[in-house]
């Protein structure tokens, strides 16, 4: 699998933290927010994993979680990431994929090829790892999980690899070129990915790098959402 450098955000936790892999499957919508971190703590984040201000912004419509028409050899649980045009496919099976919008690696943090989920976390803690502290020495060394904090809500965890899907504190960079090789999604988005997949969902990723120009929307029509599938604890 080709990688970009390790400066990715959402590096795995120490051996103290909670490894836990089962899903506890609470509901998306969190009921109380966690404690905001130390104004220090949120001011060294580099400028885009800032937490936007101001009121949710609306996301354009191709990414916007909607039921497509999908073919693919994949079977259905499997994971699709479209790089170039900043998708996330959930393939359902039947022709059917529920389809995501994402932010993607920025240019020279893109990469592609396969995984499997190792790990899930709810509101997960972030450690930046050495390499991005040595590229950025100002990032705080630990942000404990919360409404603040580059990974949101969830975090599915790739294999032994530094990448992540994960939610987001700036739902209005999806569909833009601006990680450090993570996948983003909005809170409300990984929060519904997490309750429909598991420890061991294959994950591929496609190669590709942003495109000349803005994507468009492929698949046609948008369709209701399906609820979450029950996930085998």
């Not at 201000?53 to 028409?69: E, I, M, N, S, T």
């Not at 496919?89 to 396969?114: D, N, P, Q």
């Not at 990974?151 to 990448?163: H, M, S, V």
Request: hydrophobic share 35%; glycine share 10%; charged share 15%.
């Amino acid at each position: 699998m080709q990688r970009p450098p390790a400066d990715v955000i959402g590096a795995a936790a120490p051996a103290s933290a909670d490894v836990t892999g089962s899903i506890q499957g609470p509901p998306a919508a969190r009921t109380t927010a966690a404690a905001p971190p130390p104004t220090t703590v949120v001011a060294g984040l580099p400028p885009e994993d800032q937490p936007e201000q101001g009121p949710a912004k609306q996301l354009p419509p191709q990414f916007q979680r909607q039921l497509v028409d999908f073919s693919t050899t994949e079977p259905a649980g499997t994971i699709i990431i479209d790089t170039p045009n900043t998708y996330l496919y959930l393939v359902m099976g039947r022709g059917k994929a529920l389809r995501y919008g994402i932010g993607v690696g920025r240019e020279g943090f893109t990469w592609s090829g396969t995984e499997r989920i190792s790990r899930v976390k709810e509101w997960p803690d972030w450690f930046p790892p050495a390499e991005m502290i040595e590229r950025q020495p100002y990032l705080p060394r630990f942000m404990a999980g919360g409404d603040t904090n580059p990974l949101g809500a969830r975090a599915l965890y790739l294999g032994n690899t530094l990448y992540r899907i994960h939610g987001t504190n700036q739902p209005s960079t999806i569909g833009t070129f601006v990680s450090s090789g993570c996948i983003r999604l909005t809170n409300d988005d990984i929060a519904d990915l997490y309750d429909r997949v598991g420890v061991g969902t294959r994950v591929v990723v496609l190669p590709g790098t942003m495109p000349a120009t803005a994507s468009s929307d492929p698949q046609g029509t948008q369709s209701p959402l399906v609820p979450p599938a029950p996930v085998p604890r």
